[in-house]
């Protein structure tokens, strides 16, 4: 998955600092990223501080954001793609089928932040600037003292079996249009057992047991926090579809699936992980 990156370390502890020349700098527009890329083998950089016009103008405005290895990232904002020679805004999306995957997990990682930061520029309460901390990665308000910290949406992936079979789906209206999961939002006042339960009545009319816990992902694409579960029909298993949410919904049986794409996403690992029949039991 795209977050697995090793042998590199992710380092997201807010210890902010003066940018090296080495530093990278990640750049945004609202569903797009600042890319050097070679083609056609995919692979991909970012701009270096280094290579940023005006150091001593724009330092004092970069964003610190996590560290991976030894190498700092920071956010830059205003920025446009000839200010780096070699670079130009391509769609984020892009980052699930690019590398090093190290550098995507940084670019969609970092994304979710700038959207963050982007949504926080004024106090909620108040309407004042809001202001960054020093110590801590929020942001708060001088004026009243109300303050944020970044969020994260919990969400389930669910993978509904019976027997040899599993419900897979492909979502109404969107631009993706591959096979998935079911999946959705965790709502207040609901455990992520109840968020499966509800989720999988919701869209697909079906009484669900034996809800087990695969593994999570953070899916900075959506600012989301995935949470993969397989259950098991409880009763009845026909489905009916929620036509409002999903174009269709079928059972298919472990020999009738494929990977959908790469591997970047919690989604596609767990239909190959049923496919193979390695599913938690």
Same mark, same amino acid.
């Given at each position: 998955m795209i977050q697995d990156i090793a042998p590199h370390i992710y380092h997201?502890?807010?210890h902010p600092s003066a940018p090296a020349e080495d530093s990278y700098l990640l750049c945004y527009q609202e569903g797009k990223i600042l890319l050097r890329?070679?083609?056609?083998?995919?692979?991909?950089?970012f701009p270096r501080f280094r290579e940023l016009k005006e150091k001593e103008e724009h330092a004092g405005k970069l964003i610190y954001l996590f560290t991976i290895d030894e190498d700092r990232f920071y956010l830059l904002g205003n920025a446009e793609g000839n200010d780096f020679p070699g670079c130009s805004f391509q769609e984020i999306r892009s980052l699930r089928l690019v590398h090093p995957q190290y550098l995507a997990f940084a670019g969609i990682t970092g994304y979710q932040l700038f959207r963050w930061y982007e949504s926080r520029r004024y106090?909620?309460?108040? $309407?004042?600037?809001?202001?960054?901390? =020093?110590?801590?990665?929020?942001?708060?308000?001088?004026?009243? /003292?109300?303050?944020e910290y970044p969020v994260l949406s919990p969400a389930v992936i669910i993978g509904i079996t019976n027997g040899d079979r599993l419900v897979m789906s492909k979502y109404e209206g969107r631009a993706f249009t591959n096979y998935?999961?079911?999946?959705?939002?965790?709502?207040?006042?609901?455990?992520?057992?109840?968020?499966?339960?509800?989720?999988?009545?919701?869209?697909? $009319?079906?009484?669900?047991?034996?809800? =087990?816990?695969?593994?999570?992902?953070?899916?900075?694409?959506? /600012?989301?926090?995935?949470?993969?579960f397989f259950c098991d029909v409880d009763?009845?298993?026909?489905?009916?579809?929620?036509?409002?949410?999903?174009?269709?919904?079928?059972?298919?049986?472990?020999?009738?699936?494929?990977?959908q794409g790469n591997s970047s996403s919690l989604t596609n690992e767990m239909m190959l992980v049923f496919a193979e029949g390695k599913e938690p039991r």
């Open positions: 997201n502890e807010y890329q070679k083609e056609p083998e995919g692979e991909i950089s106090c909620g309460c108040c $309407g004042a600037p809001m202001a960054h901390s =020093r110590t801590e990665r929020q942001m708060y308000c001088p004026a009243c /003292g109300h303050y998935a999961l079911i999946a959705g939002y965790a709502e207040i006042g609901e455990t992520i057992e109840d968020t499966v339960r509800r989720e999988v009545m919701e869209e697909v $009319g079906l009484r669900v047991k034996n809800i =087990r816990y695969y593994k999570s992902q953070p899916w900075s694409f959506s /600012g989301t926090l995935l949470f993969g009763g009845d298993d026909t489905l009916t579809v929620d036509h409002s949410e999903l174009a269709m919904a079928e059972w298919f049986h472990r020999s009738e699936i494929r990977g």
